[in-house]
């Protein structure tokens, strides 16, 4: 998988970021994706403010199906 890279600033104020629909209120480590441009843009839910990791779409795939894979945990 190739690495991604940092988005220079932050994402428009508009961008529309989404949390899983498995996250719980009392999870702390969730993130958030929304689409940045032609990427896909990474968060840290509870520090919005803070970076954005821009992701191609193929490497986006490609981190979502490692992730479905148990590679990065449970």
Known sequence: MR???PLAG???PRTVWRKSSYSQPTQSDCVEVARVG???G???????EGGVLRL???TF????DEIKRGKYGP
């Open 56 to 58: 191609d779409r193929q």
């Open 61 to 64: 795939s490609g981190l979502l």
């Open 3 to 5: 690495r991604g890279r």
């Open 42 to 48: 990474v968060r840290d839910s509870k520090d919005p």
């Open 38 to 40: 032609a990427a896909n």
């Open 10 to 12: 932050h994402a428009s």
